[in-house]
């Protein structure tokens, strides 16, 4: 049977070790109303999680599955939209039994989405290569790995 991802993305402030944790995890916290962005699966988390004092420290990496549409070709792709620095710090006080990230988390894997998705780095286009466009986040597309 399949587990039923959370909807949030929660830190149990009141249990966490002293010395710091690393949390691991998959929760359901990107739904987009965009025909041409849809992500599926949950956002898979890596984190290290620590208090200092009463602010909560957090670090680590996520990375969400999206089928986009290729904005060269027209075709849908499949690919993985990775964050790798993603760091928050939350103020907590002594009642706050958990800290909620879902809308950090959100946020971070929706500003990595490129704003010209290709489906390759060589993707002919419909008609002929498109000039690459003078835009930084399409580097992030150089490492993935298109399926
Ligand atoms: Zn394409």
Same mark, same amino acid.
């Given at each position: 049977?399949?587990?039923? !991802? =959370?909807?949030?993305?929660?830190?149990?402030?009141? %249990? !966490?070790? #002293?010395? $710091? =944790?690393?949390?691991?995890?998959?929760?359901?916290?990107?739904?987009?109303?965009?025909?041409?962005?849809?992500?599926?699966? $949950?956002?898979?988390? %890596?984190?290290?999680?620590?208090?200092?004092?009463?602010?909560?420290?957090? %670090?680590?990496?996520?990375?969400?599955?999206? /089928?986009?549409?290729c904005s060269?070709?027209?075709?849908?792709?499949?690919?993985?939209?990775?964050? /790798?620095?993603?760091?928050?710090?939350?103020?907590?006080s002594? @009642? /706050?039994?958990?800290?909620?990230?879902?809308?950090?988390? %959100?946020?971070?894997i929706?500003?990595?989405?490129?704003?010209? #998705?290709?489906?390759a780095?060589?993707? #002919? $286009?419909?008609?002929? @290569?498109?000039?690459?466009?003078?835009?930084?986040?399409?580097?992030?597309? /150089?490492? !993935? @790995?298109? @399926?």
């Amino acid at each position: 049977m399949e587990k039923e !991802l =959370e909807k949030k993305l929660l830190i149990d402030v009141a %249990r !966490l070790d #002293p010395e $710091g =944790e690393e949390l691991e995890g998959e929760v359901d916290i990107v739904d987009l109303d965009e025909p041409y962005v849809k992500p599926f699966g $949950g956002v898979r988390y %890596r984190l290290t999680a620590q208090l200092f004092g009463t602010e909560l420290l957090v %670090r680590g990496h996520l990375e969400q599955d999206f /089928d986009l549409v290729c904005s060269r070709c027209g075709e849908d792709f499949d690919t993985t939209i990775e964050v /790798d620095d993603f760091t928050v710090s939350v103020e907590i006080s002594e @009642k /706050d039994q958990w800290a909620d990230l879902t809308t950090d988390a %959100r946020e971070s894997i929706i500003l990595a989405l490129p704003t010209y #998705p290709v489906c390759a780095e060589d993707c #002919p $286009g419909i008609v002929q @290569k498109a000039e690459r466009p003078a835009d930084e986040r399409w580097g992030a597309l /150089d490492g !993935l @790995k298109v @399926k």
